[in-house]
């Protein structure tokens, strides 16, 4: 044990998110947690940053967020822009995509990684058409073993202190989605008043802004959506 701090998440529902598909809340999210977590060392008395316990954000995600990457797993770290050289292992970010596991649950078992297991296990553990493959999974470790014996025999009181651990992210969520949602309809609103300026008066994409007055730093945005949509 080196002292690592990891924060675990399972993310089983979507996120409400902008119109272009790239899943910045979610992104955003699983950043703020890490950052949180990697700064609290801090209050435990640490005063040199270079000995400070690497920290990492592991999301299990249900849907896909990465659909060009075939892989399943998709780690990220600090490295330069160009080069790819490391600056620090300080702090890592994961994205476990469970949406991913059509083929990895064919394998055999004895060809799994502990991650291809615990994410099986995840995924499939409530699914009875995969039963027997998940069975094979939990045999063949004592902690997937335990933990399935956990995921039968959970207690409501277990259920509803889980629900308190849960509360403040919930709370977090909630406002997130929220908040993007009303962001979403404000570009929907746009896109619409775009698209009706150039139908009805044959304007470019970039006159119509201009007459909405809309801003730069929103501009590439909508230009990425209608062009998608055309």
């Not at 659909?67 to 998709?74: A, E, I, K, L, V």
């Not at 050289?85 to 476990?96: M, P």
């Not at 277990?158 to 309809?185: C, Y």
Request: proline share 2%; with cysteine.
């Amino acid at each position: 044990y080196d002292g690592s701090q990891i924060n675990l998440e399972m993310q089983a529902s979507h996120m409400v998110e902008d119109l272009d598909g790239q899943h910045r809340n979610l992104k955003g999210k699983s950043i703020y947690y890490l950052t949180d977590l990697h700064s609290s060392q801090s209050a435990k008395g640490l005063r040199r940053y270079d000995r400070l316990a690497r920290s990492y954000q592991i999301t299990f995600c249900s849907y896909t967020i990465f659909p060009g990457t075939p892989d399943y797993m998709n780690s990220f770290s600090l490295r330069h822009d160009t080069t790819g050289e490391q600056l620090s292992d300080a702090i890592s970010l994961t994205f476990v995509e469970l949406s991913k596991l059509s083929e990895i649950v064919k394998k055999p078992v004895g060809e799994m990684t502990a991650l291809d297991k615990w994410s099986v296990f995840f995924q499939y553990a409530p699914d009875p058409n995969y039963r027997e493959a998940v069975n094979k999974v939990i045999e063949s470790e004592e902690v997937l073993q335990v933990a399935g014996e956990l995921l039968m025999s959970i207690s409501q009181n277990e259920q509803e202190r889980a629900i308190f651990r849960s509360r403040k992210k919930f709370q977090t969520d909630l406002q997130s989605d929220l908040a993007t949602a009303e962001d979403r309809g404000r570009a929907e609103g746009i896109l619409m008043s775009i698209q009706n300026l150039m139908d009805g008066m044959g304007l470019t994409i970039e006159q119509a802004m201009n007459i909405l007055k809309v801003s730069e730093e929103d501009r590439s945005k909508y230009r990425s959506i209608m062009e998608s949509q055309s």
